[in-house]
T-cell receptor, first 114, second 113 residues
Framework: KAGVTQTPRYLIKTRGQQVTLSCSPISGHRSVSWYQQTPGQGLQFLFEYFSETQRNKGNFPGRFSGRQFSNSRSEMNVSTLELGDSALYLC?????????????FGDGTRLSIL | DQQVKQNSPSLSVQEGRISILNCDYTNSMFDYFLWYKKYPAEGPTFLISISSIKDKNEDGRFTVFLNKSAKHLSLHIVPSQPGDSAVYFCAASVYGSQGNLIFGKGTKLSVKP
């Protein structure tokens, strides 16, 4: 059974640009969550999508947005990139939302801002 | 304010002995707890979880204990193996918001042969 797939694995951008990251969940999983991992803040929740609707949102500025498609695949977009956005962005999927099911993570996209 | 705390940044254990990783939380609304293991350059791997209606859950060499009154959980690994060397994260969520996991900062476990 294929795991959570994130593309690309590595990305280098410059300040002011925008970026789109992609996540394909485990087959059959309908909930997708996004997290940002930095050395200082650790793993922080960005948002969760279920059935193409945003269910929860973390404490991040509006420059961070996402969406989910009918096949449960999800994308995350960051506009007007800042140096502080350099991080590992992780996507996780679970069968349902709010059902006490564990989330399974992809290997992440390493975003570097120059 | 950290809602999930792992106060030991690192732990070193001899192969074959027990590893005990600890986690404290402050939010009494948390009702689902998970442990993840992370190797460098990989995403976190789910290990084991526990619902707040239980106080113990076991899966092979891994056992998680939950003490709700103390707001404390621990992960026991018996016996420890060199392949267990990794960073371990404790995470928690509130019922209805399981898509939003609150993570601790992690404990780096080193198992020495």
């Amino acid at each position: 059974k294929a795991g959570v797939t994130q593309t690309p694995r590595y990305l280098i951008k410059t300040r002011g640009q925008q970026v789109t990251l992609s996540c394909s969940p485990i087959s059959g999983h309908r909930s997708v969550s996004w997290y940002q991992q930095t050395p200082g803040q650790g793993l922080q929740f960005l948002f969760e999508y279920f059935s193409e609707t945003q269910r929860n949102k973390g404490n991040f500025p509006g420059r961070f947005s996402g969406r989910q498609f009918s096949n449960s695949r999800s994308e995350m977009n960051v506009s007007t990139l800042e140096l502080g956005d350099s991080a590992l962005y992780l996507c996780a999927s679970s069968l349902v939302s709010g059902g006490g099911q564990p989330q399974h993570f992809g290997d992440g996209t390493r975003l570097s801002i120059l | 304010d950290q809602q999930v705390k792992q106060n030991s940044p690192s732990l070193s254990v001899q192969e074959g002995r027990i590893s005990i990783l600890n986690c404290d939380y402050t939010n009494s609304m948390f009702d689902y707890f998970l442990w993840y293991k992370k190797y460098p350059a990989e995403g976190p791997t789910f290990l084991i979880s526990i619902s707040s209606i239980k106080d113990k859950n076991e899966d092979g060499r891994f056992t998680v204990f939950l003490n709700k009154s103390a707001k404390h959980l621990s992960l026991h690994i018996v016996p420890s193996q060199p392949g267990d060397s990794a960073v371990y994260f404790c995470a928690a969520s509130v019922y209805g918001s399981q898509g939003n996991l609150i993570f601790g900062k992690g404990t780096k476990l080193s198992v020495k042969p």
